[in-house]
Structure formats: C-alpha cells, structure tokens
T-cell receptor, first 116, second 116 residues
Framework: AQTVTQSQPEMSVQEAETVTLSCTYD???????LFWYKQPPSRQMILVIR??????QNATENRFSVNFQKAAKSFSLKISDSQLGDAAMYFC?????????????FGKGTHLIIQP | DTGVSQDPRHKITKRGQNVTFRCDPI?????LYWYRQTLGQGPEFLTY????????KSRLLSDRFSAERPKGSFSTLEIQRTEQGDSAMYLC??????????????FGPGTRLTVT
C-alpha cells in the first residue's frame, strides 16, 4: 500500500522569505499523480499544485514550485515570497493514475506559520 | 462553476442516532469521493463513485456507513447508530472523467460531525 510522509509537523517563516515543505512517499507504481493541498483554518481544502510522475519537469504555479525526485520518491513544495495568507495546513497527497481506486492518500500535514 | 457543496456544515447528534450528509459535486465531474478527517490528521479515503456506481470502499467504511449516488449527481453518506469515534470532518470531493484532468480532486467545505 502506498504511504505519504510529511516529517515536519510545523514550519515557521518570516513574511517575504522562502520556505520548503518536505514530503516523501512510497509506492510500487510508476504512473501516479502528486499534489499539494492547502487547508486554511476552518476553511476548505484548496489545490495548490500538481505533478504527473511521467513528467520530468517540476511543476510551478506562481510563487509555488515543487522539487520532484522520482527515484528518491520525494516531492517538496517551495513557497517563495511568503505572504500572511499562506498560513495554513499543507498536505501532500498521492494517487495512482492507472485507474481503479483513485482515492487520494494524504500525509499528516505541515502547519505553516508566517511571521509578520 | 459553483464548486463542491456539502450540507449540513455542522451536525451534533447523540450516540446511537442516525445521520445523513449530502454532497453536490461540480456539475461536469463524474467522479465523487468521500473522506474523513480527524483533528490533526490528513483526510482518509472512505469511498468513491464513478457516475452512480460505487467502485471502491475503504476498510474504514464499516457496515454502519452507507453511501449512495442516485442518478450520478449528488451523493449521500449515512452513518447508522453513531458512535463517539465517528466524530470527525466528513469531506466530499469531485473530479473530472479520466483523461480530462491530471487526477486533481476539488473539495467541498466539509460537514463537521460531533457525536455526544
């Protein structure tokens, strides 16, 4: 069974600085998708960025980028120019792309604090 | 695109009572998922529908839980004889048909269940 591990329960960064959130996963599959979701306090889960495993190029969405290392099964999220609105729980998630059960497997999350 | 909606947003019930939650997915999405999230944890997959067919159920979905998606539109999740351990946030998500996206799921605001 696949697992997703986020080893940083909490991270803190100064506003306007850069922070990197770590995620590792375990799977025997070669085709899959990886995601980072953001969950602000008492608000719904928002998709931040996605990565298809077959793509070697790292995904980028404005201030958010990933470092996808397929061989190492690592998928970190870099947030540049951190803003107060980035404060939230961040979840790394995996899903197999080959059909069948497509439920997401989530890590336990990283609580990101932005210091003004 | 109105997003995924869930009703009710909060539910308080006494142990032993039955509860039912509703999820309305994004209109063009044919896949619908239910997750459960407890405090301090990432969401855990419960079950998934493609159109009206329930294709996968997690072992977390005990026989007290039942989900339906009549006519492939909205879905309901019913919990019979609730227990205090059922207290959690129940999240619904939807996604596009295979081949029309990169597996990303869009989440609703959740229903917070408290069993007293």
């Amino acid at each position: 069974a696949q697992t997703v591990t986020q080893s940083q329960p909490e991270m803190s960064v100064q506003e306007a600085e850069t922070v990197t959130l770590s995620c590792t996963y375990d799977t025997s599959e070669s085709d899959y998708y990886l995601f980072w979701y953001k969950q602000p306090p008492s608000r719904q889960m928002i998709l931040v960025i996605r990565q298809e495993a077959y793509k070697q190029q790292n995904a980028t969405e404005n201030r958010f980028s990933v470092n996808f290392q397929k061989a190492a099964k690592s998928f970190s999220l870099k947030i540049s120019d951190s803003q107060l609105g980035d404060a939230a729980m961040y979840f790394c998630a995996y899903t197999y792309s080959g059909g069948g059960a497509d439920g997401l497997t989530f890590g336990k999350g990283t609580h990101l604090i932005i210091q003004p | 695109d109105t997003g995924v909606s869930q009703d009710p947003r909060h539910k308080i019930t006494k142990r032993g009572q039955n509860v039912t939650f509703r999820c309305d997915p994004i209109s063009e999405h044919n896949r619908l998922y239910w997750y459960r999230q407890t405090l301090g944890q990432g969401p855990e997959f419960l079950t998934y529908f493609q159109n009206e067919a329930q294709l996968e159920k997690s072992r977390l979905l005990s026989d007290r839980f039942s989900a339906e998606r009549p006519k492939g539109s909205f879905s309901t999740l019913e919990i019979q004889r609730t227990e205090q351990g059922d207290s959690a946030m129940y999240l619904c998500a939807s996604s596009k048909p295979p081949g029309q996206g990169a597996g990303e799921q869009y989440f609703g605001p959740g229903t917070r269940l408290t069993v007293t």
